[in-house]
């Protein structure tokens, strides 16, 4: 059974409830990204909404913070987005706040910068009151405009690679305005956005990660790697690496301010707005006119180092500081992409080229790319830290059950040895 399925009813009245709110009636709800079979609670649950008579700008006369009318003439289809306080690994004390507020900023930036509003204009939105108000209810959502378009994803690979290069370049340039985005002077702190009681933006805790916000970038970076070790700890398998001496060592790097150490050489003031999962999943495209059309789901955004946007996402481009692009990270991190790698299959030489025309196109936007962050390779460091302490194969549930016994010592032990020699190379102390 999809483990989302339970309360797929409930989700429908209490959306019924939300329009009811605005005295607008819909003709047929349509779910989106909605995949059946997952094992996973789902971050969202989206839905189209096809509308019996337009919203216009008086049907949301209390206009509410970091949010827009539609057109004069009215929208007669709109989206829902309720966020899931039960997906897993999410903080939801201001979740919502911190999409729009995000999703405002990099609308204005685009704006400002000339370019097409891709980014979706949100009319209405209610903060998470789950539990306290129980059951779907409770929900905190997003009311917004509907952006035409199909997920980019499904059509990248097979686009020519010249109109492969055509979509990065114009991706490029609303990275760009994104990376560019006015951070208000009310907002002091790492982690994320959320909106106070005047309206403001200000500082507010990070989408991923409970507490916060943080007043340094080392702050920011030891919160993730102890709450890492907090998943560690839950894990029948991982039993928070207390066996051997090995969480002994960590929890000493950490208590000894060895993030700090490790930043040293890192401009670790430097902060901007970052989308948090920006990959082609997230983008619409119009294969008929050939452009982007929408920049969705801000939902892990935040106010971060530049260098965090490269580790959470992009990697499906070629300019990502991941695994999957393991090939190339040297390129990346160098902005050398001069001579091809030889021995690439066909796959990984078209994404050679895409990550090329990504790392050039980014560069000629104005943006701000690995190559340019000095000490790139320390919060590369960290990231791999990061991703061994908990990793989700060794921690969840469900993964677990689809290994043997054998597979997961095989995979601890890996882990083990990836973090005592990490620990061996970055702990100074």
Known sequence: MNINQEGFQRRLGALQKILQQYNLKSTQVTPIAYVEHCPFHFNNFIYKVDLEAPAVPATFARQQPCTSAPPQEGVTALVIRMSNPLAEGLNNANRVENDIAAQHLARQSIKDAGLPPVVPAVYAWAPCRYPDVPGEDGFGWTMSEFKPGSDLDAQFPSLTLDDAVDVIRQLAKFFAAIQSAKIPETVTTFGALTVDDSG????????????????????YWTAILKAKLSEADESPLLKGWKDGGVRERIDKFLASGGVDKVLESVDTDKR????????????????????????????????????????????????????????????????????????????????????????????EAGAIRPSDIAGVDRIQALKDLEDSLCPFELANEVMLKRKSDEEKLKKKNEMEMKILKWLETYDTA
């Not at 452009?291 to 996402?313: A, N």
């Open 272 to 363: 901007v707005l970052v989308h948090g999962d920006l990959t082609l999943n997230n983008l619409l495209y119009d294969s008929a006119t050939k452009r982007i059309t929408s920049i969705l789901d801000f939902d892990w955004s935040g106010v971060t180092h530049p260098c965090d946007e490269f580790l959470t996402g992009l990697w499906d481009i070629g300019g990502g500081i991941h695994e999957r692009n393991e090939k190339f990270l040297p390129m990346l991190l160098s902005g050398d992409f001069s001579t091809q790698l030889e021995g690439l299959s066909a796959d990984e030489a078209r994404k050679w080229e895409v990550a090329k025309a990504w790392d050039k196109a980014i560069a």
């Open 200 to 219: 403001a933006i200000t500082g507010g805790q990070p989408p991923l990660l409970k507490g916060g916000p943080f007043s340094s970038y080392a702050e």
